[in-house]
């Protein structure tokens, strides 16, 4: 970054930011290809694969890039790498193999294994894309890219087992139609042992992270960890907002709309 912008604004601004406006801009792109249908979000996903390998391409350039900018840049491409796994996911195209609604007999473990079939192949092409990046950045110094991937996914999996398990809310109602079975997988009741964990280590985790980056400012460092608890505090955001009053999030929802 330029030497005339603060420190404290290197740190504390411009990360949360960038994180939030490509973060509002990729899941808005994600989200309104699925309210088309899921001709339009796999044609989008056919568009996309040009963008997915530039991101890739961004990811090996980045790679021993230390500073500020670089941070910025693997952060943008894994961003985008990760919203191409959603947006194949949610299009149906790279889901699972069950991609029907819950049975009405599925219970504990029994009612676990529909869920994962309905995810299988995403998870699949997960660990075949972080392996993918581990060949081509095995000899990386910058590793913001993978990072944010990981996170982001393993953010996504937490979230998923405690709407799997139960909380207070819920908005099925905002799937397309070719996404609602999902929703019969959700159980609404109050939150189950597992969320104050699972919230806890997310936000334990942005807080240690932010304190890191504090102490290491105005390091570039301290932008790599900022971006990094940026989108950790968005995850634990996530989920807190999971124990919002129903009516609350159905009133954004309508905004949103």
């Known amino acids: 970054m330029p030497p005339e912008f ?18 509002v801009a990729l899941t808005a792109g994600v989200l309104g290809l699925n309210r088309r249908g899921p001709r339009a979000a796999r044609l989008g996903l056919i568009l996309g694969m040009p ?12 790679r021993h890039d230390l500073s500020a900018m670089g941070a910025y840049r693997a952060f943008a491409a894994g961003m985008v790498v990760w919203a191409w796994h959603e947006l194949a996911f949610y299009s149906g195209l790279v889901s699972g193999p069950w991609q029907r609604a819950c049975p009405a007999h599925a219970r ?3 009612r676990f294994g529909y869920a994962l079939g309905t995810h299988l192949y995403h998870e699949l092409a997960c660990v075949v894309e972080l392996v993918l990046m581990l060949y081509l950045l095995g000899d990386a110094t910058n590793w913001v890219g993978p990072i944010i991937f990981c996170l982001s996914w393993a953010l996504q999996h937490s979230a998923k087992l405690n709407v799997l398990l139960g909380v207070p809310t819920l908005q099925i ?10 929703g019969s997988y959700w159980a609404r ?15 334990l985790l942005a807080g240690l992270l932010w ?5 290491l400012s105005p390091d570039p460092v301290a932008v790599r960890l900022a971006l990094i608890a940026s989108v950790v505090t968005l995850g634990a955001l996530e989920h807190w907002l999971l124990l919002m009053p129903a009516r609350v999030m159905a009133a954004a929802g309508q905004v949103v709309e």
């Open 108 to 110: 504990g473990v029994v």
């Open 51 to 62: 963008l997915l390998g530039i991101a890739h391409w961004q990811l090996g350039l980045a």
């Open 211 to 215: 304190l890191s980056a504090s102490s």
């Open 173 to 182: 109602d905002l799937f397309p139609p070719h996404l609602r079975y999902l």
């Open 189 to 203: 009741r109050p939150a189950s042992s597992f969320f104050l964990p699972s919230v806890s280590v997310s936000t």
């Open 6 to 23: 603060p420190a404290w604004a290197q740190t504390y601004l411009y990360p949360p930011l960038v994180v939030v406006g490509i973060w």
